[in-house]
């Protein structure tokens, strides 16, 4: 059974720096892709970041490139997205997503979720 648990999400000041936390379970690793969405209210939901599991590549949204970092450790099974110079657009929930072959960036690319951490910057 694959779980995806987010964590890592709180309240910061625009141009501070927060790191979020997804822990996996139940995939087989080096088959899927694992990325980041977020969620602003009344907005869709929207691709952040991805990259392979076995694989240093990652792409990123226009929006956050140069300011947020996806990365993987396979010992402890766990996706990472460090936030740097956060801005109040930012808010959101943030989604931990994973896929199985390939990769993508809509939301319905990806088969599983976690439940979302909740990232809230003030101005």
């Known amino acids: 059974q694959v779980q995806l648990v987010e964590s890592g999400g709180g309240l910061v000041q625009a141009g501070g720096s927060l790191r979020l936390f997804c822990a996996a379970s139940?995939?087989?690793?080096?088959?899927?892709?694992m990325a980041w969405f977020r969620q602003a209210p009344g907005k869709e939901r929207e691709f952040v970041a991805a990259?392979?599991?076995?694989?240093?590549?990652?792409y990123y949204a226009d929006s956050v490139k140069g300011r947020f970092t996806i990365s993987k450790n396979s010992a402890t099974n766990t996706v990472y997205l460090q936030m740097s110079s956060l801005k109040p657009e930012d808010t959101a929930v943030y989604y931990c997503?994973?896929?199985?072959w390939g990769r993508g960036r809509k939301s319905s690319d990806y088969n599983y979720w976690g439940q979302g951490t909740q990232v809230t910057v003030s101005s």
């Open positions: 990259s392979p599991w076995t694989s240093e590549a990652a």
């Open positions: 139940g995939l087989t690793f080096s088959t899927y892709t």
């Open positions: 997503a994973a896929r199985q």
